[in-house]
């Protein structure tokens, strides 16, 4: 006799809107996740500060940000199997907490060490944030809505790369490098009280055991493997010692932990969901557009900075198009998705993504602005029908019990793929700068006006003309990158998805 499905699933999917509670739910998401997110990109720009106030290089002090990303990629793999094991609200609680904590402590840092590891306290929490987020946004609204939902958790991943700068450069400017870390604070106590009457109680699974060789494989073996690929910008090369070695050390880790997986019942990150075609297509779609986007998301930020002499501020203002052409199709896309499946929408996405992008292959010391901002909005509208939707046919096709560690996957696989990316393209185009001589200089005057005095005529403009050469060549490789990315999208699923608890239910019957 069939059993009806699960009540844990979501609200009933006949209710085709998203009522006032998921609404709420994710409003309290959301407030983590822009906190989490807009506090990588300012801290991005807080790196010369740091350099200045702590008396150091700018390799160390670009520390802060590779130490919370490796804190970060440690504590990502256990998310899945913590949420199962204490529940997603306690869980999500917890690393807000330490995310807040975090916070306050950098904010008291008297040396670059101290801030490093005050960071990574930050990285333990913010690692934890977005699987989470993702996970009870889709236990609260079901597998026939998710894709709305998912282009709402959407909106921290634009208002980062967009706000970050600005923020980041009013508060340093106005205040003090102290205030881009107490300005969590505030926020964080509101989403800790939101989140503890908002959602709802947890339920947590108390069968499974903990992988603890799983664990010391699969963390050590992301982080290690990160390390290394971050390393390659600092080194300027592949064949490094402290690239090659963290980096094998990390693949040797995780290829055993691969091994160990496919031979456990329980493992920390379950491989046996690729299975499962859609989330083994979605993966590969995302590998290959997080690689191409956000490495190539480094560029126009530092090609403002360096070759038009624009602040960061300045810089975040202009690329603001491409976060508004994405809101605009990102809740479309996302409606558009529950109805019709991510298939098609990913390919018209990556389509225009792929032309925005394209433009900026012919940059030169003095496009025209309103030329980029018209190629950014194109990239932007490209966008909001691209990454959610893929996430989203990653997670649709899931059950209840396997969401958590489906957005666990996900998660690892957008933060390692993001990071190869910035290492790849920050390589490519360190090297094409390096082949054109006048480019450094040339890149130097527009931050020390003494070095232009000393330069001949015609050198500046000449060394401009090179370096913007050199970030046009670059944009060549990611636009290659995210052509690819429709090899695997073709692969999608191309219609409305099917509640997967009821058709678990349904082979259960068929079974009986």
């Known amino acids: 006799m069939n059993q009806p499905p699960d009540t844990k699933a979501g609200p009933d999917p006949a ?12 409003g309290v998401v959301v ?29 160390i002090a670009a520390w802060t940000m590779t130490g919370y990303t490796l804190a970060l990629a440690t504590v990502i793999p256990l998310t899945g199997w913590a949420a199962d094991r204490f ?29 490093i ?12 944030l977005m699987p989470l987020g993702m996970t009870i946004m889709t236990h609260a609204a079901g597998p026939e809505r998710i894709g709305r939902v998912m282009a709402v958790l959407g909106v921290p991943m634009l208002l980062g790369p967009i706000g970050g700068p600005i923020l980041g450069g009013w508060l340093i400017d106005s205040f003090s490098w102290h205030w881009i870390f107490l300005i969590n604070l505030p926020i964080g106590i509101v989403a800790l009280i939101l989140a503890f009457i908002v959602f709802p109680s947890d339920k947590p699974e108390r069968s499974e055991s903990f992988d603890f060789l799983g664990m010391l494989l699969a963390s050590p073996g992301l982080a290690l493997f990160l390390f290394g690929i971050s390393s390659i910008p600092e080194q300027g090369t592949v064949a490094s010692g402290k690239v090659l070695i963290p980096a094998a050390i990390g693949l040797t880790l995780m290829v055993l932990f691969v091994f160990h997986a496919l031979r456990t019942e329980h493992p920390l990150i379950d491989l ?4 499962n075609r859609a989330l083994t297509f979605s993966v590969l779609t995302m590998v290959l557009f997080a690689i191409a986007f956000f490495g190539a998301g480094l560029l126009l930020p530092s090609y403002l900075q360096q070759v038009r002499g624009e602040s960061a501020m300045a810089a975040g203002l202009l690329i603001a ?14 409606r558009l998705v529950d109805k019709i499946g991510p298939g098609k929408i990913v390919l018209f996405g990556v389509t225009l993504l792929s032309i925005g992008m394209a433009f900026f292959t012919q940059l030169t010391a003095d496009t025209p602005y309103w030329l980029m901002m018209i190629a950014l909005l194109i990239q932007g509208l490209g966008m909001g029908c691209t990454m959610m939707p893929i996430m989203t046919a990653a997670i649709q096709t899931l059950t209840h019990a396997q969401v958590a560690r489906g957005s666990t996957l996900m998660n690892i696989i957008n933060q390692t793929a993001g990071s190869i990316g910035t290492a790849a393209i920050s390589v490519v185009l360190t090297n094409l700068l390096k082949d054109q001589p006048l480019a450094g200089p040339a890149i130097a005057s527009n931050l ?14 000449a060394g401009l003309d090179q370096a913007a050469e050199a970030f046009g060549n670059t944009y060549v490789v990611a636009v290659v990158l995210i052509v690819l990315t429709l090899v ?3 692969f999608l699923p191309r219609s409305k998805p099917k509640n997967p608890e009821v058709d678990a239910d349904a082979r259960a019957s068929l079974v009986h």
């Open 488 to 490: 695997p999208a073709a």
């Open 272 to 275: 046996h969901l690729f299975r």
């Open 31 to 59: 407030l983590g996740a822009i906190m989490s997110i807009l506090d990588i990109t300012v801290v991005a720009v807080a790196i010369p500060t740091f350099q200045v106030e702590f008396d150091t290089s700018y390799a």
């Open 321 to 334: 198009p491409q976060g508004l052409g994405a809101m605009i199709t990102m809740p479309i896309a996302g």
């Open 87 to 115: 529940g997603t609200k306690r869980l999500y609680m917890l690393a807000l907490t330490f995310f807040v904590l975090g916070s306050v402590l950098c904010s008291t840092a008297w040396n670059i060490e101290s801030l």
């Open 117 to 128: 590891a005050f960071r990574m306290v930050q990285g333990i929490g913010g690692g934890m």
């Open 15 to 26: 209710s085709d809107k998203l009522d006032a509670r998921v609404f709420k739910v994710a």
């Open 448 to 461: 020390d006006p003494s070095i232009a005095e000393k330069m001949p005529p015609g050198a500046i403009e």
